[in-house]
């Protein structure tokens, strides 16, 4: 039997997810995390690297023998736009990177490029608008993002753009831009600095993952590992329903505790991993939840299906309005991430894989 | 043969959760094999003929079936549920699932005020006739239908591909002995996107692939007729699907062998679906591959149905291969 000795989770690490969370890292342009991430893993792994892509590939090894090759993924990258077209005076065209909805840009303040240039995409206002064209979603087509003739100079196609949205802590809650997966990067960095003896950690914080999970595949190519976790952040879609009826569709819900995957998508968790999760939430005391099967995907799509297969299972801290300007997460869902991961690791043995 | 798909159809193994299935075909395949091992997805492989010798050949029949998944319990017995794989809303309504624990539930629906209309699987729930079901989110289940013997016609659940597992099966028991090195692979995860082929693929790196598949059918009413595949005339040799173009070369050898042999087969041109042939063509560097099916009427419903002689005759046609040299 295990006893589990929790490292201390508060004040430290949610300075750090404020960090994570305030940078603009869209996909194919993840320098400005990547960054924060090297700064803070090179003092605490063996071996960091920087692949050809851009993933942050980092490695703690233990000591017992034998032991796994355990990779742990989280993506760095997030949904935004791409400048296309300087249309002048500081107003560009621009196209979506990633999973947004339209509905939710309209009028939006955005920062764009490395300086976060503020700007916003523009929106009709109401009085010029009819009862009929107040119905339909305009196309992007019809939309610009406006900087500003000022700043117009230091803007240029080609440059990503991101919900311009700070961090603020709201008791229990977090709201933030890029919960998804800045939660998952950060909870990444604290299990490097709590790295069991027991495997060697393959930190793997990737690229890519909006635009179809393309940064793990090939982190998990080199780095060859014999199974694999991987955090993220998935929905809550857990508000009471409009009209009434119970909510069977909510995903998972806020305060549940860590969202353990069954299967997306992408992937059919290995029935081996799902266990031993849940065996371990028993055996530290630790709420959880199952996210719903059904749809959406995190890296271990990519991952599972590596060279001669690589067992998979993902754990998401749950939030609301994920792909949105803003999202809902609670602290102790994350905390008791974070501990459900590190618990898991520190009991895992060369036996998960007998049966 | 038959006793074999009677068997195989009824034990449970939806995607991800083969292990019913593999301990089954591993206990009738164990006599036959050189040597047998699990990979890391759950993939059986079974290797005949002595490693280096001929060319490195894999085959690859899929062990998994559709199935579902739950997704919500009520405090009523009643369960919400995901699709594995290509379950059709209209094949579900009244049907029945039957969990890896043993336990049935019947698929029913919401209440509707158009109930002619086809509802979405979200709108269908599984009733467990308790609250006390012992099932969870994450369970899943196959869909339950017994085996019926018609004569030369057999119907059942999970034809697609316990029908493949039982012609890879058969032609092991048949081959004496081989001039290759022949990797007999019951693969996992097939109906969520040939993900187990996948990776075996790549653990094996054969020279040559074929998997052993159901395929569509063109001989029931008002079926389009493009689809010029029918029961009881013989294996259908696969030229393309929307996943794969077969290789020529691999076509030819299919062929030749057949008629040589004075085996009946029919050349497949299927419009949309695919086979675990496509993940093994695209592994690593690219392997030469094809794919030999049974003509298989309404695939991914409780009733399949074959013709039992086309099952037999694809195993005497890959015995018949892999027992010679290979022409290329």
């Not at chain 1, 305030?22 to 700064?39: C, F, H, T, Y």
């Not at chain 2, 308790?130 to 059942?156: C, K, N, P, Q």
């Not at chain 2, 996992?188 to 159901?214: K, S």
């Amino acid at each position: 039997m295990f006893s589990f000795d929790f490292p201390p989770f508060g004040a430290r690490q949610l300075r750090l997810l404020e960090r994570l969370t305030n940078a603009v890292a869209v996909s194919g342009d993840e320098g400005a995390v990547r960054k924060i991430v090297l700064e803070h893993v090179r003092p605490l792994a063996d071996e960091v690297r920087v692949d050809a892509l851009g993933n942050v590939l980092a490695v703690k090894r233990g000591t017992a023998s034998p032991r796994l090759r355990v990779m742990v993924a989280a993506h760095m990258d997030e949904i935004g736009f791409m400048l296309t077209r300087d249309e002048g005076k500081g107003l560009f065209r621009f196209g979506k990177v990633g999973g947004i909805d339209t509905r939710n840009i309209l009028g939006k303040a955005v920062w764009v490029g490395p300086d976060h240039i503020p700007g916003v995409i523009g929106m009709t206002p109401i009085h010029l608008t009819t009862s009929v064209s107040r119905k339909q979603v305009p196309g992007l087509d019809t939309l610009r993002i406006d900087v500003g003739p000022g700043n117009a100079g230091k803007v240029k196609p080609g440059m990503r753009a991101a919900f311009a949205t700070e961090y603020v802590r709201l008791g229990p809650s977090i709201r933030a831009k890029a919960l998804d997966d800045r939660l998952g990067v950060a909870t990444l960095i604290e299990l490097l600095r709590r790295a069991p003896e027991n495997l060697d950690l393959l930190a793997a914080f990737t690229v890519q993952e909006e635009v179809g999970l393309r940064g793990a595949q090939v982190a998990a190519f080199a780095m060859e590992p014999d199974i694999a976790f991987v955090l993220d952040c998935t929905h809550a879609v857990d508000v009471p329903h409009p009209d009434g009826e119970p909510n069977t569709r909510y995903n998972t819900r806020l305060g549940h505790g860590p969202a353990i995957y069954t299967g997306d998508r992408a992937t059919l968790s290995d029935p081996r991993l799902i266990h031993h999760l849940v065996e371990t939430t028993e055996a530290a005391g630790l709420p959880y939840q199952f996210r719903q099967a059904g749809g959406g995907g995190t890296d271990a799509g990519a991952i599972h299906k590596q060279r001669g297969g690589i067992p998979s299972v993902s754990v998401s801290t749950p939030a609301r309005y994920l792909h949105t300007t803003a999202s809902i997460a609670r602290v102790d869902d994350w905390k008791h991430t974070f501990y459900l991961v590190w618990a898991a690791l520190k009991r895992l043995t060369p036996q998960v894989l007998r049966h | 043969m038959k006793q074999l798909l009677r068997q195989l159809t009824q034990i449970p193994g939806p995607s991800g959760y083969e292990h019913q299935i593999r301990e089954a075909i591993r206990d009738l395949v164990a006599d036959f094999a050189d040597e047998i091992t699990t990979d890391a997805l759950g993939n059986l492989i079974v290797r005949k003929g002595k490693a280096g010798q001929g060319k490195r050949i894999m085959l690859a029949a899929h062990m998994d079936e559709i199935g579902v998944m739950v997704s919500h319990t009520d405090e009523n017995g009643f369960a919400r549920f995901a699709p594995i794989g290509g379950v059709r809303p209209f094949y579900c309504l009244g049907g029945r699932v039957r969990f890896l624990n043993g336990r049935v539930g019947i698929i029913n629906r919401e209440k509707t005020p158009d109930p002619a209309k086809v509802p979405t699987l979200d709108q269908m729930f599984i009733d467990l006739g308790s609250a006390r079901h012992g099932i969870g989110v994450g369970d899943v289940a196959a869909f339950d239908r017994t085996f019926e013997d018609l004569g030369e016609r057999v119907v059942s659940k999970a034809l697609d591909d316990r029908a493949g597992v039982a012609v890879l099966i058969s032609a092991l028991r048949q081959l004496e002995s081989t001039p290759h090195e022949v990797y007999f692979v019951f693969s996992v995860q097939e109906e969520v996107g040939v993900r187990g082929a996948t990776t075996a693929a790549f653990h094996i790196a054969p020279d040559i692939g074929i998997a052993v598949d159901v395929t569509g059918w063109g001989d029931t009413p008002k079926v389009p007729p493009m689809v010029d595949v029918a029961l009881g005339k013989g294996p259908a040799i696969k030229i393309r699907d929307s996943g794969m173009l077969a290789a020529p070369q691999v076509v030819r050898w299919m062929i030749s062998t057949a008629e040589k042999a004075g085996i009946p087969y029919q050349r497949e041109v299927l419009l949309s679906g695919s086979t675990d042939a496509r993940a093994i063509q695209l592994s690593r560097a690219g392997v030469p591959a094809g794919t030999i099916s049974i003509p298989c009427r309404y695939v991914h419903s409780p009733s399949e149905m074959i013709d039992i002689r086309d099952a037999e005759n694809a195993a005497a046609l890959l015995a018949a291969m892999l027992s010679k040299e290979v022409p290329f």
